[in-house]
């Protein structure tokens, strides 16, 4: 049997576009040096220890499927499934080695805000406001751009970037009980480039706007009866107590803190995606399975946007 270990370990990645190049170079600054791209031309897929799929959307399950059988570890990119009938199969399956990608909930801001729902110092959470923009859509590419071309749910402004949103949400909140979508077309007249998300909970309220056609910003504000957590474009920030006053003993805007700070939002994101690597790396370095509620939380996610986008006319 192969001695697991990051000289040891043979890694093989399903995929070869950017996002792979990412996984690949977050694994070798992680220690793991024996990073291979599947060839399927020349390899074989009994020679590794660890799966990474990074392949099509619409192709994961397929591979969930070759590799299962394996009975090794597999990193699988969001989805895991891009219809109802593999979604249920997954739930039937609950693999303890198969780990989901929604690295957003790996993130500074999320496990801020999780630690503060705990200790209940900032109060009763209120309400949840993100904003996700930017100006892809003016550019003359944008047509060719491969989140535009295709049709499939999961390459729409919705499905590729609004499923990060909702899995934030359904980790913070628990059960989501309906998502209204309301989808708008600034640039195109096929598919949209805008849309608002309300996430309805029992928590609090959620809403959620997403576009390709206007300027950049990135932020995620979370609003407790006693503070503000928010992130913005990399930087977290805490604003507390509620009840600031100026000389005047008027309301003011609480004192800010920094809880950290990136110098760009990419940067902030791929610090999630390496703490969520580093968390399935440890699972495999210590055979442990991967938690229950993480592959639950990945199968609920995906399933509710299928249902709400179910009526959608792109």
Not at 37 to 51: A, G, P, Q, R
Not at 79 to 105: C, H, Q, S, W
Not at 129 to 150: M, P, V, Y
Not at 246 to 259: Q, S
């Given at each position: 049997?192969?001695?697991?270990?990051?000289?040891y370990?043979?890694?093989?990645?399903?995929?070869?576009k950017?996002?792979?190049?990412?996984?690949?170079?977050?694994?070798?600054?992680?220690?793991y040096?024996?990073?291979?791209?599947?060839?399927?031309?020349?390899?074989?897929?009994?020679?590794?220890?660890v799966?990474?799929?990074?392949?099509?959307n619409?192709?994961?399950?397929?591979?969930?499927?070759?590799?299962?059988?394996?009975?090794?570890?597999?990193f699988?990119?969001?989805?895991?499934?891009?219809n109802l009938?593999?979604i249920g199969?997954?739930?039937?399956?609950?693999?303890?080695?198969?780990?989901?990608?929604?690295?957003?909930?790996?993130?500074?801001?999320?496990?801020?805000a999780?630690?503060?729902m705990?200790t209940?110092?900032?109060?009763?959470?209120?309400?949840?406001?993100?904003i996700?923009?930017?100006g892809?859509?003016?550019?003359?590419?944008?047509?060719?751009?491969?989140?535009?071309k295709?049709d499939?749910?999961f390459?729409?402004?919705?499905?590729?970037?609004g499923?990060?949103?909702i899995?934030?949400?359904?980790?913070l909140?628990?059960?989501?009980t309906?998502?209204?979508?309301?989808?708008?077309?600034?640039?195109?007249?096929t598919?949209p480039?805008?849309?608002t998300?309300?996430?309805?909970?029992?928590?609090?309220?959620?809403?959620?706007f997403?576009?390709?056609?206007?300027?950049?910003?990135?932020q995620?504000t979370?609003?407790?009866?006693?503070g503000?957590?928010?992130l913005?474009?990399g930087?977290?920030?805490?604003?507390?107590?509620r009840?600031?006053?100026?000389?005047?003993?008027?309301?003011?805007?609480?004192?800010y803190t920094?809880?950290?700070?990136?110098?760009?939002?990419?940067?902030?994101?791929d610090?999630?995606?390496?703490?969520?690597?580093?968390?399935?790396?440890?699972?495999?370095?210590?055979?442990?399975?991967i938690?229950?509620e993480?592959?639950?939380?990945?199968i609920?996610?995906?399933?509710?946007?299928?249902?709400?986008?179910?009526?959608?006319?792109?």
């Amino acid at each position: 049997m192969r001695i697991l270990g990051s000289e040891y370990m043979k890694i093989t990645i399903i995929g070869y576009k950017n996002h792979a190049l990412r996984l690949k170079s977050i694994l070798n600054k992680l220690g793991y040096d024996n990073v291979v791209n599947y060839n399927y031309h020349t390899d074989s897929l009994e020679d590794s220890d660890v799966y990474f799929i990074s392949s099509p959307n619409e192709t994961h399950m397929e591979w969930i499927d070759k590799l299962k059988e394996q009975d090794k570890y597999i990193f699988c990119e969001k989805p895991p499934a891009t219809n109802l009938e593999d979604i249920g199969r997954l739930e039937v399956l609950l693999n303890k080695k198969l780990y989901f990608n929604f690295n957003y909930r790996c993130s500074t801001l999320v496990d801020t805000a999780k630690h503060y729902m705990e200790t209940k110092e900032l109060g009763k959470l209120l309400y949840i406001d993100c904003i996700s923009t930017h100006g892809l859509a003016f550019k003359e590419s944008f047509q060719d751009n491969w989140r535009f071309k295709s049709d499939n749910l999961f390459s729409s402004i919705i499905g590729n970037l609004g499923i990060h949103y909702i899995d934030l949400v359904g980790y913070l909140c628990g059960n989501i009980t309906n998502i209204n979508i309301k989808t708008g077309s600034i640039v195109s007249d096929t598919l949209p480039d805008t849309a608002t998300l309300d996430i309805v909970n029992e928590l609090c309220d959620v809403k959620v706007f997403l576009s390709y056609a206007a300027p950049f910003r990135n932020q995620v504000t979370i609003l407790f009866d006693n503070g503000i957590l928010e992130l913005r474009d990399g930087k977290v920030t805490l604003q507390t107590p509620r009840d600031a006053v100026d000389e005047n003993g008027m309301f003011k805007p609480p004192n800010y803190t920094t809880i950290s700070e990136f110098s760009t939002s990419k940067e902030y994101y791929d610090d999630s995606l390496k703490t969520s690597i580093e968390y399935f790396m440890n699972c495999v370095e210590n055979n442990e399975p991967i938690l229950t509620e993480h592959y639950n939380q990945s199968i609920n996610t995906t399933k509710k946007l299928i249902k709400a986008l179910g009526n959608q006319v792109f």
